[in-house]
T-cell receptor, first 118, second 112 residues
Framework: GAVVSQHPSRVICKSGTSVKIECRSL??????MFWYRQFPKQSLMLMAT?????????EQGVEKDKFLINHASLTLSTLTVTSAHPEDSSFYIC??????????????FGNGTRLTVT | GESVGLHLPTLSVQEGDNSIINCAYS??????FIWYKQESGKGPQFIID?????DKRQGQRVTVLLNKTVKHLSLQIAATQPGDSAVYFC???????????FGGGTRVLVKP
């Protein structure tokens, strides 16, 4: 089945630094990838939609200059949290679509990245 | 905007019993619904899906029911096992694109 890999699984960084999170589709070409953020005991909130070769589309309230998304290939999207602050500490999850199933098939999710900003 | 919500935040169930998790959605244009299971520290795992032209779909030990009249979705887990303990999310997709909107989640606790 379709597999999405996320790296790193955990990262701790100091306030003011930047952190890059990678999302890879391992056995299919992902035309679209999605980035979600999940705070403890809450649901997943979509941050942005990333299409290969074009600019990401951000959800309302998400700062595009703070959360930089790059989808340079059909198997890799990256999310960079710039000038991170403690309030950015969260669980970041990516998902990808474009697998072997037909269009509209369920999204496949990575296992998330736990970001802690100290 | 569209929203998907759940009635029960926590469901405690005896091992072997059936579980029912409910979800309400507000976007009548949604055409596709998915149930996900999320274990602690992991990403959501696909359980079962249903398209809006159906009202019931069965998988292995799971059944999803869709009532478009009242915009209600449910997940039934038969013979609940300890490994079913997790948070369950429903998600709905609007008529355009693959963007999903997630419900608030229900934690299922299976008692041995």
């Amino acid at each position: 089945g379709a597999v999405v890999s996320q790296h790193p699984s955990r990262v701790i960084c100091k306030s003011g630094t930047s952190v890059k999170i990678e999302c890879r589709s391992l056995d299919f070409q992902a035309t679209t990838m999605f980035w979600y953020r999940q705070f403890p005991k809450q649901s997943l909130m979509l941050m942005a939609t990333s299409n290969e070769g074009s600019k990401a589309t951000y959800e309302q309230g998400v700062e595009k200059d703070k959360f930089l998304i790059n989808h340079a290939s059909l198997t890799l999207s990256t999310l960079t949290v710039t000038s991170a602050h403690p309030e950015d500490s969260s669980f970041y999850i990516c998902s990808a679509v474009g697998g072997p199933e037909t269009v509209g098939s369920p999204l496949h999710f990575g296992n998330g990245t736990r970001l802690t900003v100290t | 905007g569209e929203s998907v919500g759940l009635h029960l935040p926590t469901l405690s169930v005896q091992e072997g019993d059936n579980s029912i998790i409910n979800c309400a959605y507000s976007n009548s244009a949604s055409d596709y619904f998915i149930w996900y299971k999320q274990e602690s520290g992991k990403g959501p795992q696909f359980i079962i899906d249903i398209r809006s032209n159906m009202d019931k779909r069965q998988g292995q030990r799971v059944t999803v029911l869709l009532n478009k009249t009242v915009k209600h979705l449910s997940l039934q887990i038969a013979a609940t096992q300890p490994g079913d303990s997790a948070v369950y999310f429903c998600a709905e997709r609007g008529a355009a694109g693959n963007k999903l909107t997630f419900g608030g989640g229900t934690r299922v606790l299976v008692k041995p």
